[in-house]
């Protein structure tokens, strides 16, 4: 937390440059960057998305807190992104601290320190930058004059694996508490600092907003589980509730977006038109943890949309949230923009698609000013009786009703996107994937009257989450994951007919195992990540520089002497009674309610009819969100329409 002016890095990085990989990632200067001198500035944050700058760029929920921290005259906020092992080894020789890609500044001069988790693989990156940073790994080393380190995203509902490395955690939605966070900083630090570094996270921890990891001890039985997670601090609460946005037309950001210099993973300007999902698919995290639905209206939609295009250069357009065809409005909102952009090169994209959600006109107006590049679908389970227990309730036929009209309409190609390794599934569950592929062809074949059509299954391992009714669920191991994938391969390959025109996209079993172990970890997995890391272990979401071996090795020395080990944590089913390690962190869900709907997946499973249904459209059916967080459902519509826009 330096007072004093701090210098740019940059000369002493420049001229090993040209020995890296893409060293473009390194130098910033974006369209759109924020640069503010270090003095003017009383609170300064430094935000880290733990991957590859091409990666961690596009994050919307980092490129949203950059902006709403810059806004304010009295904050500075800059970002920083995971380097490279060719790079971490440059810095390391010639000790240049990790820095900041809009300054160069040194990440370990600022007060504080946000990472964002969208995946809990990013884990051993956040512990490289830490390092480089010349900040101590393990928070209680530290000192005031270190950064406080803070997560966020989904991954921080349980940040328990990561508590011995970060200062404190947020649940939920950023953009109100970083600026509480802010606040609290500014105060203490214009107050003198009074009782150091302690005294600022005591503050944080009573504020009800932040999460203090060391302010709990938890506590564990002889047979291994958790007896306790209790407070160690007389003003920490029992619970650390999670943050909710409301009224999202309030917050359009980003406005103004970042243009990357170098190439990302999604060149387009990306505009969330609602947060939240009621439809509840029972292995969803990012569904039950961000709920209620709360929906931009088109005016705001609309707005956005052109801000972006004209701030940004960008001639894609993505309309980003969970289930974008749900937007009660969504109609309009497809028709107006098509409308406003149509003879212009701006295109306009739906991420994946519910199957019930989807219909061919909102697909044309998409695809009208565009490339018809092809459609994406989600029914996740592999058979009917699986859709039922995840509560994903399309059947067989409405998929084969939706592809034949995309078909019928002009689309070659269609994306498919299951899990292996739900709770219940059997091989033949699996085994359906390949029938319903090969059924899609066919009918493709008939109603478009080509053959030149595809089909691509893509399908990856399921990975049990907190906060969701599968989080006592007993997660398949990776030898019988990667046989079900085996035999579904062979299945599509063995057939003449059809097999060409199936293209066949998996992961392997063994990094879901890794995931699961960190998603539902709890403290004593620590140390098995700061063994991975001494190990060499960076990028694990990455396949090239993923080692399952490595995982392994560090979770025997690590987990030694617990009483527990990986099997534990991922293949074992738990009980109604036990204490999950994130129990004290408040989603809003009613854990009775959880409980509740998981034992009617497994009712479900033996045949019984049970739907839950989206509380946008029916009653509330008590999950405890809205109640407990003092939130409500924010959706239309509204009844406007787009109006053209005078000059494009």
């Excluded at 960057?33 to 590859?52: G, Q």
């Excluded at 639905?293 to 949309?305: A, L, Q």
């Excluded at 357009?317 to 065809?325: D, E, H, N, Y």
Aim: net charge negative; glycine share 8%.
């Amino acid at each position: 937390m330096s007072a004093l002016s701090v210098e740019s890095v940059f000369p002493r990085l420049e001229p090993h440059l040209l020995s890296v990989s893409k060293p473009i990632q390194y130098v910033g200067g974006e369209l759109n960057m924020v640069s503010k001198p270090w003095d003017d500035a009383e609170v300064r944050w430094v935000l880290m998305y733990p991957d590859a700058y091409e990666v961690g760029l596009p994050n919307q929920g980092v490129q949203i807190l950059y902006e709403v921290l810059n806004e304010r005259p009295w904050i500075l906020a800059e970002r920083t992104y995971a380097v490279w092992p060719d790079l971490e080894k440059v810095l390391r020789e010639n000790d240049i601290p990790q820095f900041t890609v809009d300054a160069h500044r040194p990440v370990g001069a600022f007060d504080l320190f946000g990472v964002s988790f969208s995946t809990e693989l990013g884990y051993t990156n956040m512990l490289t930058a830490l390092d480089l940073a010349g900040i101590p790994l393990h928070a209680v080393d530290r000192t005031e004059d270190h950064p406080v380190v803070i997560a966020g995203g989904h991954a921080a509902f349980n940040p328990e694996p990561i508590a011995d490395f970060i200062d404190a955690a947020v649940l939920g939605d950023g953009e109100e508490v970083v600026l509480k966070i802010s606040e609290l900083v500014r105060e203490w630090k214009g107050e003198g600092r009074p009782g150091g570094r302690q005294e600022l996270l005591r503050r944080l921890a009573v504020s009800g907003s932040v999460y203090v990891p060391q302010f709990y001890e938890a506590h564990y039985g002889a047979d291994g589980a958790i007896a306790a997670v209790v407070p160690t601090h007389p003003e920490a609460p029992e619970r650390v509730r999670k943050h909710t946005l409301m009224d999202l037309d309030q917050w359009p950001y980003p406005r103004n977006p970042l243009v990357p210099l170098a190439e990302t993973v999604h060149e387009r300007f990306s505009v969330e038109i609602f947060r939240g999902c009621t439809r509840g698919c029972r292995f969803c995290q990012a569904g039950m943890i961000t709920r209620p639905v709360r929906e931009r209206s088109i005016e705001t939609i609309g707005d956005m949309v052109e801000n972006g295009i004209r701030k940004t250069g960008f001639e894609e357009v993505g309309l980003l949230s969970l289930s974008s065809a749900d937007h009660t409005e969504i109609a309009d909102v497809a028709t107006g923009l098509a409308d406003r952009y149509d003879g212009t090169n701006v295109s306009l994209s739906l991420p994946s698609t519910r199957v019930d959600a989807f219909n061919i006109t909102l697909a044309n107006e998409f695809s009208r000013n565009g490339r018809r590049s092809g459609l994406t679908f989600a029914p996740e389970g592999g058979s009917d009786r699986m859709r039922a227990v995840i509560n994903k309730m399309v059947n067989e036929e409405e998929i084969i009703r939706t592809v034949a009209a995309a078909y019928s309409h002009g689309w070659r190609q269609v994306k498919l996107y299951f899990m292996c390794g739900l709770p219940t599934e059997t091989d033949d569950d699996v085994l359906q994937i390949a029938e319903l592929a090969k059924r899609i062809i066919a009918t493709g074949r008939e109603v478009s009257g080509r053959n030149d059509i595809r089909c691509t299954v893509s399908i990856g391992g399921f990975v049990p989450k907190p906060h969701t009714p599968f989080q006592w669920a007993a997660q398949l191991d990776h030898e019988t994951t990667d046989e079900r994938l085996r035999l579904l391969r062979e299945a599509v390959r063995a057939d003449k007919r059809y097999g060409r025109a199936i293209g066949f996209r998996y992961h392997d079993g063994q990094p879901g195992v890794v995931e699961g172990l960190l998603s539902r970890g709890d403290r004593r997995v620590g140390r098995v990540i700061e063994e991975v890391w001494r190990d060499g272990g960076r990028f694990d979401g990455w396949s090239e520089h993923f080692s399952f071996e490595r995982w392994m090795a560090a979770a025997e020395r690590g987990l030694a002497g617990t009483g527990v080990d990986v099997a534990w944590f991922t293949t074992r089913e738990r009980t109604y009674d036990e204490v999950l390690p994130w129990d004290h962190l408040d989603s809003g869900l009613d854990k009775d309610w959880l409980w509740a709907d998981w034992e009617d997946a497994l009712a479900t499973a033996d045949g019984a009819d049970i739907e839950v249904e989206d509380c946008r459209w029916t009653p509330c059916y008590d999950c405890g969100v809205c109640p407990e967080m003092g939130t409500e459902i924010q959706i239309g519509p509204t009844g406007q329409k787009l109006l053209p826009l005078s000059v494009v």
